[in-house]
């Protein structure tokens, strides 16, 4: 099956820890497009999309917190970027859960579209700066968020 969203070094931001979250991120939007598309269940649905907006959420706060150990300038945009995305995800899935709407094409579409975009836009902004405050590109030991996200979700 054609996944929704392929990794490429295209959506790298050169910065370990930060692409292995967001292939995290692009796995969980991969489950949630084959869920729909092989018809699964409602709950199974459901599932993956809290799964997808519990995991944001924590990887944004992974990110924000680097950005403020760095000192990053861009701080507050980017924060209050995360902060319109968590809301845009969070009303959506209480939309789905209440049945008010259903996770489609479209939905997945507008998804697909804002972790692309935000990785594209505004991840990419921050690596050259992190890097060049000795943020190291790559890691010795398994992101300890990879191993938690694992141990819950059963990779």
């Not at 009303?91 to 479209?106: F, H, P």
Request: hydrophobic share 40%.
């Amino acid at each position: 099956m054609k996944k929704l969203v392929e990794w490429s070094d295209e959506l790298s931001v050169g910065i370990e820890e930060i692409d292995e979250q967001h292939k995290i991120l692009v796995n969980l939007l991969n489950r949630l497009h084959e869920a729909i598309i092989t018809k699964h269940e409602a709950d199974v649905i459901k599932e993956v999309l809290n799964g997808l907006t519990q995991y944001t959420i924590i990887h944004f706060a992974v990110e924000e917190s680097l950005m403020r150990i760095f000192d990053f300038p861009g701080y507050e945009a980017h924060k209050r970027h995360h902060e319109e995305l968590t809301k845009q995800v969070i009303d959506l899935k209480q939309k789905i859960d209440s049945g008010e709407a259903e996770v489609s094409m479209d939905v997945l579409h507008f998804l697909r579209g804002w972790l692309t975009n935000h990785i594209m836009r505004e991840d990419k902004g921050y690596s050259p700066y992190f890097l060049k405050r000795g943020l190291k590109q790559s890691w010795s030991q398994r992101s300890w968020v990879g191993k938690i996200w694992d141990s819950v979700h059963h990779k």
